[in-house]
């Protein structure tokens, strides 16, 4: 009879082991995938998209990016050939991400200053996406270190939009719970913007789906707008006549 319970023990342990030598999933690095369409057929994500997280330890620049497929088929077809694929959703992040980009010098060497991110200037520097999210360097061997270290380098990239962004956000409440932000929220990033959320549970929400995360901050900015910006007891000013 006490061979019964030696070898549940033994099964346990075995199974133990066995969990511990299967692969982990990669961890997402950066944020969510930021655009609507799948980057192999271009049709919108549906409601429910294929998720992928690339797992290549050998390229860090790849090795946990999050990508989104409108079917199974398109996710196959992608590892294929990755960079038809991706090129081109990454010049489209960079064209949507550099009117909120922070008005900061590069990342790896900030004494080096970079163009205006919202004038005619912005893309003559270098401007890469890493975990879905735009980086401005001041030359090729700085992109080189970041593509080769994201983590580090999205970490200073955070700190300066918190610091421009958040300054300035206007909203008192959580845009997915509802709830009110607490005196230290927690920040979320999708592409170069700034969420501000109630709890770390929010957050993830947030990412879930980030085209809807962006829409409600951009509706609730907009009801506030006008409050914030006419003075109490004055009219709204005109908009300026079409040429």
């Given at each position: 009879?006490?061979?019964?319970?030696l070898?549940?023990v033994?099964?346990?342990?075995?199974?133990?082991?066995?969990?511990n030598?299967?692969?982990?999933?990669?961890a997402?690095?950066?944020?969510?995938?930021?655009?609507?369409?799948?980057?192999?057929c271009?049709?919108?994500l549906?409601a429910?998209?294929?998720?992928k997280?690339?797992?290549?330890p050998?390229d860090?620049?790849?090795?946990?990016?999050?990508?989104?497929?409108?079917s199974a088929?398109?996710?196959?077809?992608?590892?294929?050939?990755r960079?038809?694929?991706?090129?081109?959703?990454?010049?489209?992040?960079?064209?949507?991400?550099?009117?909120?980009?922070?008005?900061?010098?590069c990342?790896?060497?900030?004494?080096?200053?970079?163009?205006?991110?919202?004038?005619?200037?912005?893309?003559k520097?270098?401007?890469?996406?890493?975990?879905?999210?735009?980086v401005?360097?001041?030359?090729?061997?700085?992109?080189?270190?970041?593509r080769r270290?994201p983590?580090k380098?999205?970490?200073q990239?955070?700190?300066?939009?918190v610091?421009d962004q958040?300054?300035?956000?206007?909203?008192?409440?959580?845009?997915?719970?509802?709830?009110?932000?607490?005196?230290?929220p927690?920040n979320?990033?999708?592409?170069?913007?700034?969420?501000?959320v109630?709890?770390?549970?929010?957050?993830l929400k947030?990412?879930q789906?980030?085209i809807?995360?962006?829409?409600?901050?951009?509706?609730?900015?907009a009801?506030?707008?006008p409050?914030?910006?006419?003075a109490?007891?004055?009219?709204?000013?005109?908009?300026?006549?079409?040429?």
């Open positions: 009879m006490q061979k019964f319970p070898l549940i033994c099964a346990l342990a075995l199974a133990f082991e066995l969990g030598q299967m692969p982990q999933a990669p997402r690095i950066g944020c969510a995938w930021p655009l609507s369409t799948c980057p192999v271009l049709k919108p549906g429910a998209p294929v998720i997280i690339i797992d290549d050998k860090p620049s790849l090795n946990g990016r999050e990508i989104r497929f409108e088929q398109c996710a196959a077809t992608f590892e294929i050939d960079a038809k694929y991706l090129n081109p959703a990454n010049e489209q992040m960079v064209r949507e991400q550099l009117p909120q980009y922070p008005a900061i010098n990342v790896v060497m900030p004494e080096e200053s970079l163009a205006d991110p919202t004038g005619p200037n912005a893309g520097d270098e401007n890469i996406i890493v975990g879905n999210r735009l401005r360097t001041c030359c090729g061997q700085c992109a080189r270190r970041v270290d983590v380098w999205l970490a990239v955070d700190k300066g939009i610091a958040g300054a300035k956000y206007a909203l008192k409440v959580c845009v997915i719970s509802g709830a009110p932000l607490p005196a230290e927690v979320v990033f999708i592409g170069s913007r700034l969420v501000e109630a709890t770390p549970a929010d957050a947030a990412q789906n980030p809807e995360t962006l829409a409600k901050l951009d509706a609730a900015l009801a506030v707008k409050a914030a910006t006419t109490p007891g004055a009219l709204p000013s005109a908009p300026p006549s079409a040429k």
